[in-house]
């Protein structure tokens, strides 16, 4: 059972992941931040397909996605932020705020120790894929 949980968990903040950058990479003016925020694209769609193709062993049916809902909040509150503001630093810091909600969870996960091999080294790629982001959006702030 944890190890669904876990595989949803991480699959729903991948998916949320490339929700939030294929909505900020329109705002994005600097080509340097673009390249890396299309990296992270990259990193969460790859992450994505790993939990898609391991899932059907763990449980039948799909891994969790974001919802209409959420993708509706997550573009809103987005275009909310950056109405006035959309400098590099103001994108780097509202991605920076999911990123860290991404850790804490992935965290959370790995500390509960009740999840398979298989399942916590696709939990600990993607805690070290948002620990890395970190490091390189900080520099944008």
Not at 57 to 73: D, W
Request: aromatic share 4%.
């Amino acid at each position: 059972m944890e190890d669904i949980n876990a595989l949803d968990e991480i699959h729903k903040g991948a998916c949320m992941g490339v929700d939030a950058l294929s909505i900020v990479m329109d705002k994005v003016k600097d080509e340097n931040l673009k390249q890396e925020l299309e990296k992270e694209e990259k990193n969460y769609k790859r992450i994505a397909k790993k939990i898609e193709s391991i899932y059907p062993k763990y449980n039948e049916g799909e891994p969790h996605k974001t919802g209409a809902m959420n993708k509706v909040m997550t573009w809103s509150d987005i275009e909310m932020k950056t109405f006035n503001d959309d400098s590099n630093s103001k994108i780097a810091e509202l991605l920076l705020n999911g990123v860290n909600m991404g850790i804490i969870e992935g965290r959370r996960i790995l500390n509960k120790k009740e999840i398979n091999e298989e399942v916590s080294k696709i939990v600990s790629e993607y805690v070290t894929m948002q620990e890395q982001s970190v490091d390189i959006l900080k520099g944008y702030l």
